[in-house]
């Protein structure tokens, strides 16, 4: 959206009235019961802590059974499932406006295929949105969060195959319909970009020997694009006020040095990601894509029907901020910190999982992304991942939390004054849950802290931490009081 060069300009812009301030979860994080009321295993469920687990998250893993001597952090995670309504009681003491979490597609369909959902399903989402509601709060809900249902792994390799698109167009119709008046924010995928950089996670994809990794992810990638496509053709026709996202894990790279095959380099990198917006938001593929897909021998399959299709582009564009990145035209050393392998920074202070803290580079991201789209961005996931403890009265100080997302919501406040539309902010995470790359409970990023270890000892228990009050204030003064 543009401005009027009639209007005064000496007011500066700033946070809408209605901006969705409030924080995020998915369900394999949280939820746990995994094989409750019929749900069926997917992707996360077979993934194990521990050392096993990376080689499985990038697909290079084959035997996926589950190993009784193994230990699997969405089994139980947090207990969501069945704590939801005083979990959601206390994000709406914190003054939540919106509450994002996903649907588990096995929840629904427990093999992926089935034509009609299971009941209990439905019956447990509608519960948790309408406790929502009962707080006034907003439900943004992504349909996909790294679960892909596991019986379609095993029977159509995943979204290597084309009948994936209506599977998933059947499971977002029956959510669309079902919680229609109930959620209006959609997400299709979570961070779409992850199934280049983790396939397993991110896509279902496991790898055979001699194949080509690239040639398998980017075919997987156009049919998660044209399912997208018909969900958000559908959402939109199904009810017209249904906004519908693309959520891609941003960041922008930096070049090393002012090199020019170093910025080249960033921006290579750059365009890795930024090509699942570029389809999403534009409704075609970049004519980049020529030269890439030349280079790296892939030949796509795809169906006449497919151009027309990828033309029902997404509403606004939601993504995840936790670092930026750093790139060189040698990119032999790699941060091991995070599946979306960067320089280190030697400008920048790092988390304790090794994940640089840049404010500023939220900022850029933000001004990169509404340059390149001029859609209206969400912010759908930022914060710190660290360890929290209990002390002995019982509080649990996380200074280092509030010190973090204090300075990013700044830079994201600056952002909008550069002039970015900017619809919400929900922090990760509402609540402490399992961590996505590393299975591990003790990587923290709640307001709430779980009494749940690695093991996934504990009582469960939830106690408010000290970012609990301080987040509730921010909400409160609209972003205006961060002390
Ligand atoms: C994003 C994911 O990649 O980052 C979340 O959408 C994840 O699911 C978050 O939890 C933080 O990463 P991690 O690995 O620290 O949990």
Not at 151 to 156: A, F, M, P, R, W
Not at 176 to 189: I, M, P, R
Not at 444 to 467: C, E, H, L, M
Request: hydrophobic share 35%.
């Amino acid at each position: 959206m543009s401005i009027s060069p009639s209007r005064e300009f000496e007011e500066p812009l700033t946070l809408s009235a209605n901006f969705l301030w409030g924080g995020a979860i998915s369900a394999n994080q949280s939820e746990g019961a995994y094989r409750a009321d019929g749900k069926g295993l997917s992707t996360v469920d077979v993934i194990p802590h521990g050392e096993n687990r990376l080689k499985i998250k990038l697909g290079l893993e084959e035997n996926l059974a589950i190993d009784p001597s193994a230990y699997y952090p969405s089994h139980e995670a947090i207990d969501f499932y069945h704590t939801y309504k005083s979990d959601i009681k206390l994000m709406a003491e914190m003054g939540f406006k919106v509450f994002r979490t996903s649907i588990a597609w096995t929840r629904l369909f427990p093999k992926g295929d089935e034509t009609k959902p299971n009941q209990k399903g439905i019956e447990f989402y509608r519960a948790v949105f309408e406790e929502c509601q009962k707080y006034d709060i907003e439900p943004l809900v992504t349909l996909c969060h790294f679960d892909t249902p596991m019986y379609l792994v095993e029977t159509i390799g995943s979204w290597r195959s084309r009948k994936m698109i209506d599977h998933f167009v059947n499971y977002a119709k029956t959510c669309f319909e079902a919680f229609d008046g109930l959620v209006k924010y959609w997400l299709t995928f979570n961070e779409i970009n992850i199934l280049l950089h983790s396939p397993f996670s991110g896509a279902g994809l496991v790898f055979k020997s001699g194949e080509n990794h690239d040639a398998v992810k980017y075919q997987a990638a156009h049919h998660v694009f044209v399912a997208s496509s018909r969900a958000t053709k559908l959402a939109h026709e199904i009810n017209p006020d249904n906004q519908i996202g693309c959520m891609l894990a941003g960041g922008d790279f930096y070049p090393e040095t002012c090199h020019p095959e170093d910025v080249w380099a960033a921006l290579n990198k750059d365009r890795e990601n930024l090509f699942f917006i570029d389809v999403q938001v534009r409704g075609a593929y970049p004519r980049y894509t020529n030269r890439l897909f030349r280079e790296k021998h892939i030949t796509l399959q795809t169906d006449p029907t497919d151009t027309e299709m990828l033309q029902h582009t997404v509403d606004f564009v939601s993504f995840s901020y936790y670092a930026s990145r750093c790139a060189s035209r040698q990119m032999t050393q790699s941060s091991e910190a995070n599946v979306v392998k960067s320089l280190p920074n030697p400008y920048l202070k790092k988390s304790e999982w090794g994940w640089a803290i840049d404010p500023l580079g939220l900022r850029i991201a933000m001004n990169t992304l509404y340059d390149r789209y001029q859609k209206p961005l969400f912010l759908v996931e930022n914060g710190l991942g660290a360890v929290d403890t209990v002390g002995t009265d019982g509080q649990v100080q996380d200074d280092d939390r509030i010190d973090y997302l204090r300075a990013h919501i700044i830079a994201m406040k600056e952002a909008v004054v550069d002039g970015v539309e900017l619809l919400g902010y929900t922090t990760w995470s509402a609540i402490d849950l399992v961590a996505a790359s590393t299975g591990e409970m003790r990587k923290r990023y709640g307001f709430i802290y779980v009494d749940k270890d690695d093991a996934g000892q504990g009582t469960g228990k939830r106690i408010k931490k000290k970012s609990f009050a301080w987040y509730k204030q921010v909400i409160a003064s609209h972003g205006e009081n961060l002390n």
